[in-house]
């Protein structure tokens, strides 16, 4: 198995040396950055498997990181934030980062995320039909989403969602299912996390994200995919 690679980027010198010492127990490559401008340059120097990203950064902070590499990079990004603030979370979310731990955190809690990601995302390719919905294709085994041919670019976290209702057309899914398929654990605020996803979904899939046709609410139970069908 290929080793996994890791960017850690956060101003606080001891947190990075003691995360870098953690993923690299653990067998990754671990670079690091104290800043946006750093972090940036390492994105395209090294091209990590993974990103650990704090928010709260001077000069570039996490948010403008995160904007930039979403712009041509669907690496997973884990958000690092000291504030248990809902709209800092919710921002971070909707500019496409799959995950995000408070601090003070456990560093194991951290490298045990980042692997449950990778996991996810380097999982063996099993031969699975194409499912259309709509204009949409959902390509399991390319791990691609087209709408009429164009394609559309989607996080390691949106896709699983969306592949995960896509397996399962019409059945309706509460978001700590959600919550424990995309991530493979549950955890306090789960809830406004799939929200973010699912408004991030929306706004990509959807020709008008305010009146969705494909991830339907159900309200008082969860989100499910309406009209998906395997090709034939």
């Not at 896509?166 to 959600?178: C, E, T």
Request: with cysteine.
């Amino acid at each position: 198995m290929a080793q996994h690679s890791v960017l850690i980027v956060d101003d606080d010198a001891k947190l990075v040396k003691l995360l870098k010492t953690y993923f690299e127990k653990d067998g990754y490559i671990a670079y690091t950055a104290a800043d946006g401008v750093d972090a940036l340059m390492a994105v395209k120097e090294h091209k990590p498997d993974i990103m650990v990203l704090d928010l709260m950064m001077p000069g570039i902070d996490g948010w403008e990181v995160c904007r930039r590499v979403r712009k041509d990079n669907d690496m997973p990004i884990i958000m690092l934030t000291a504030r248990d603030d809902e709209s800092d979370l919710l921002v971070g979310l909707e500019l496409g980062a799959d995950d995000y731990v408070t601090k003070p955190f456990s560093p194991k809690e951290v490298v045990a995320r980042a692997k449950t990601i990778l996991r996810r995302t380097n999982r063996a390719v099993v031969r699975k039909e194409p499912i259309k919905v709509g204009s949409l294709t959902i390509n399991l085994e390319m791990y691609q989403v087209t709408r009429d041919g164009e394609l559309i670019e989607l996080t390691p976290t949106e896709f699983k969602i969306l592949e995960m209702m896509a397996a399962n057309p019409g059945k309706v899914f509460s978001r700590l299912q959600i919550v424990e398929q995309a991530h493979g654990y549950s955890f306090e605020g789960y809830e406004r996390t799939i929200d973010a996803h699912i408004k991030n979904l929306r706004r990509k899939l959807e020709v008008n994200p305010k009146e969705p046709t494909y991830i339907q609410t159900v309200y008082g139970i969860g989100y499910k995919l309406a009209g998906a069908i395997k090709d034939e």
